[in-house]
């Protein structure tokens, strides 16, 4: 799984640039590159503040539990757009 991958989708789909979400956890936005290249490996404190940070807990632990993430970010957009969210 590409844990990169879903860390950038969680920052990109809250709308925060790399040095935003970096002062929010207090690291500098290198960091947040290499984590969202894989080129560094994140610690479950650091998963847990950027689940919080950018208000990705679904897709977080779709990740941790093996599921997909993309299935999950699909099935809730298609759910804001039937009840108009």
Do not use: C
Not at 55 to 82: F, S, Y
Request: proline share 4%; hydrophobic share 45%; charged share 20%.
């Amino acid at each position: 799984m590409d844990v990169g991958a879903v860390l950038k989708a969680a920052r990109k789909r809250k709308g925060l640039s790399q040095e935003l979400l970096a002062e929010k956890l207090y690291m500098p936005r290198s960091t947040i590159s290499k984590l969202e290249n894989n080129k560094q490996i994140i610690d479950v404190p650091t998963f847990v503040q950027w689940a919080k940070h950018t208000n990705a807990q679904d897709i977080m632990i779709a990740t941790l539990i093996g599921i997909d993430p993309n299935t999950i970010t699909q099935g809730l957009e298609m759910i804001a757009r039937l009840f108009g969210g």
